[in-house]
């Protein structure tokens, strides 16, 4: 399933109007990721296609969808992991992911070291999330947050820019993180040699992080 444009990922967890807001400027078609298409209807979208299991989906919202339902029936991977598996984006742009049951946005975390390759932004009532890319150049607000979490070992790590340097850390879940970091400079530069880093903002930076994933592509 392929999209020439970013995209918007809506999952089955919680969204409010504030979130939804924040989105439109950045994408072009809508997704939902099984019970999201119970969401989306909620929130007044119209998906171009309702992708998963579908033990969540309603039988009205079978009903609305009809032909744009993909079924995709095992039980090995997350509705989530379905989409991202499926799908082919520039970007992809998720909400309904964070802020509910803590193993789903667990799973949702996971699903962003395991599909590395993709370009995704999680956005919650309060923060966004991505996945570090081995370069990743930022434009943010001297003061701004900047919290960083480790979902692996990782190593190399160099950064300038930032109020606590990174240079010759090592992360990993049980050992280092870096949350609470704070922009010291107008450009941010984070470099990472190996290991999955989840960066962490304000989801008010979302036009700031859209543009530094963006970039990272572009230089790949």
């Known amino acids: 399933m392929r999209f020439e444009a970013p ?8 969204v409010s109007a504030e979130t939804l807001a924040l989105v439109p400027p950045f994408v072009g078609k809508i997704v939902a990721a099984d ?6 209807a909620t929130l007044g979208l119209t998906v171009e296609a309702v992708i998963g299991d579908l033990d969540s989906v309603t039988p009205e919202s079978r009903h609305r969808n009809g032909e744009n339902i993909v079924l995709v029936s095992e039980q090995d991977t997350t509705d989530f992991e379905k989409c991202l598996h499926l799908i082919e984006a520039p970007l992809t742009i998720g909400i309904g992911f ?17 599909f590395a390759t993709q370009k995704v932004v999680l956005i919650g009532e309060r923060d966004l999330v991505f996945l570090c890319p081995k370069r990743l150049e930022m434009g943010l607000p001297t003061g701004t947050r900047v919290s960083l ?19 010759g850390l090592e992360m990993a ?8 970091n704070k922009a010291s ?7 990472v040699a190996t290991g999955p880093l989840l960066v962490i903002l304000s989801r008010r930076h979302i036009a700031a992080a859209i543009a530094a994933i963006e970039m990272a592509a572009s230089d790949t």
Not at 149 to 167: C, K
């Open 7 to 14: 995209i918007l990922l809506v999952g089955n967890g919680p």
């Open 149 to 167: 979490f480790p979902m692996g070992p990782v190593l190399g790590l160099r950064s300038a820019g930032l109020e606590y340097a990174l240079d």
């Open 185 to 191: 400079a107008k450009v941010q530069l984070i470099e």
């Open 35 to 40: 019970g999201g298409a119970n969401v989306a």
């Open 98 to 114: 964070l802020g509910g049951r803590l193993d789903h946005e667990l799973a949702a975390l996971n699903a962003l070291v395991k």
């Open 173 to 180: 879940p049980g050992a280092g993180i870096g949350t609470s």
